[in-house]
């Protein structure tokens, strides 16, 4: 065995046992860090596949964005652990035969394979990088869905902060309106004063003032 089996079948049991943490984790922000270790590991087993597009994809998308998004969304919710306990119990049946049929898809896929895909399959010069090619159609062709996507990504971001500071007591919220509607004179008041005999007596005369 070369090392690079080896290393796939490291990358590989530790996807296992972080994707197995993820749902046996009782503590949700435990759960979303198996989550990022277990897209870590798949992100190494695409490298290892010769696959790169794929697993930077999987590091700056999910890893470097919508994960870190969601780690600040549970440890920013007040999730009651012991409530929701009974609702995992309640819906188990059918999340059971759901993931059963998931297995099922993917065993027959690993061992029946594609063998009309394989056969008809173009070959591709080892001087071409795909990833080079797949950057170039992405921010040529593709420019405007990318964005748009970006954007989509951007509003769920700030969608999920404000959900989540609504209507909590600890929250610093201001209404976006009474900041609009504001005026100079609503926040500065200037009252007048009379000067003291202490005050005139210390102020310097305009002849000291010069020199």
């Not at 697993?55 to 780690?71: D, H, I, K, P, R």
């Not at 600040?72 to 059971?96: N, S």
């Not at 004063?193 to 210390?202: G, I, P, Y």
């Given at each position: 065995?070369d090392y690079?089996?080896?290393?796939?079948y490291?990358?590989?049991?530790?996807?296992?046992?972080a994707?197995?943490r993820v749902i046996t984790?009782r503590n949700?922000?435990?759960?979303?860090?198996?989550?990022m270790?277990a897209?870590?590991?798949a992100?190494?087993?695409w490298?290892?596949l010769k696959?790169?597009?794929l697993?930077l994809t999987?590091v700056?998308?999910y890893?470097?964005?919508v994960?870190?998004l969601?780690l600040?969304?549970v440890?920013?919710?007040d999730?009651?652990?012991?409530g929701d306990?009974?609702t995992?119990?309640?819906?188990?049946p059918l999340?059971?035969v759901?993931?059963?049929?998931?297995?099922?898809e993917i065993?027959?896929?690993?061992?029946?394979?594609?063998p009309?895909?394989?056969?008809?399959?173009?070959?591709?010069?080892?001087?071409?990088?795909n990833t080079?090619a797949?950057?170039?159609?992405l921010?040529t062709?593709?420019?405007?869905p990318i964005?748009v996507a970006?954007?989509?990504?951007?509003?769920a971001?700030?969608t999920?902060?404000?959900?989540?500071?609504?209507?909590?007591?600890?929250?610093k919220a201001?209404?976006p309106?009474?900041?609009?509607?504001v005026?100079?004179?609503?926040?500065l008041?200037?009252?007048p004063?009379?000067?003291?005999?202490k005050?005139?007596?210390?102020?310097p005369t305009?002849?000291?003032g010069k020199?």
């Amino acid at each position: 065995m070369d090392y690079q089996t080896g290393f796939f079948y490291l990358f590989a049991a530790v996807l296992l046992f972080a994707a197995f943490r993820v749902i046996t984790s009782r503590n949700p922000v435990h759960a979303v860090l198996y989550l990022m270790l277990a897209f870590s590991q798949a992100a190494a087993l695409w490298l290892i596949l010769k696959a790169e597009f794929l697993g930077l994809t999987l590091v700056l998308v999910y890893l470097g964005a919508v994960m870190v998004l969601f780690l600040f969304v549970v440890m920013m919710l007040d999730i009651r652990i012991e409530g929701d306990r009974w609702t995992f119990w309640q819906h188990f049946p059918l999340a059971a035969v759901i993931g059963a049929v998931v297995a099922a898809e993917i065993a027959a896929v690993m061992w029946v394979g594609f063998p009309s895909l394989a056969s008809s399959a173009p070959a591709v010069s080892s001087d071409v990088s795909n990833t080079k090619a797949l950057g170039i159609l992405l921010y040529t062709e593709y420019l405007y869905p990318i964005q748009v996507a970006a954007v989509i990504l951007l509003v769920a971001m700030i969608t999920a902060i404000a959900l989540t500071l609504r209507q909590r007591k600890d929250s610093k919220a201001i209404n976006p309106g009474d900041q609009v509607r504001v005026r100079a004179a609503d926040r500065l008041v200037v009252v007048p004063m009379a000067v003291t005999q202490k005050a005139a007596e210390a102020a310097p005369t305009p002849e000291e003032g010069k020199a």
